[in-house]
């Protein structure tokens, strides 16, 4: 960070971030459940990493803008919940797991997952009725549980093969 506010390197980091949560929630995906129009993707996965691996503001912003960006191709209705709830994600992920043991990381994510599936079931049962809502928290589990098992593992590898990632990161003090 400079004295000015955001560094370059981190603006960078923040962008690359975003295009990758968005091509693995677009492209990552895995299993349609036509009931709710809702499917199952690997961004959960990218956005733990860029959480883990860069900060809470940088995981905030990549989960959130990302995904969102990924529901403006097929699902407009759920940008503004899914950059509320994902940011929200990534946030906690970033400020509870970052730059911690990999078991904070492995709770650090849950939790991350436990506010996507609650956001979501409330969006859900707002929008389509508690019985549609009911019908998708399974399947959101289903989605948290590939982005823990793909997001905390993949930054554990990454941090050993480039351990110079755990300097980079967010917009607070390195």
Not at 72 to 94: D, K, M, N, W
Not at 131 to 136: I, K, R, Y
Not at 146 to 162: C, D, E, S, T
Request: aromatic share 10%; net charge positive.
């Amino acid at each position: 960070m400079t004295e000015r506010g955001i560094d370059v390197r981190t603006i960078a980091i923040t962008g690359i971030m975003i295009a990758i949560v968005c091509v693995l929630t677009m492209w990552g995906r895995i299993l349609y459940i036509p009931p709710t129009q809702g499917y199952i993707h690997l961004g959960d996965a990218a956005a733990n990493f860029a959480a883990l691996a860069f900060g809470p503001w940088v995981g905030m912003v990549a989960a959130g803008v990302g995904m969102a960006i990924a529901d403006a191709v097929g699902f407009p209705l759920y940008i503004l919940p899914t950059l509320i709830i994902h940011g929200l994600q990534g946030l906690v992920v970033g400020y509870l797991g970052w730059r911690k043991s990999w078991p904070i990381m492995v709770v650090a994510a849950v939790i991350g997952q436990l506010i996507v599936a609650g956001g979501y079931f409330v969006v859900q049962t707002i929008l389509m009725g508690v019985g549609a809502a009911l019908f998708e928290l399974p399947w959101n589990g289903l989605q948290g549980l590939f982005g823990i098992i793909g997001g905390v593992p993949l930054f554990i590898l990454v941090r050993r093969a480039y351990p110079p990632i755990t300097r980079m990161g967010s917009w607070r003090e390195r």
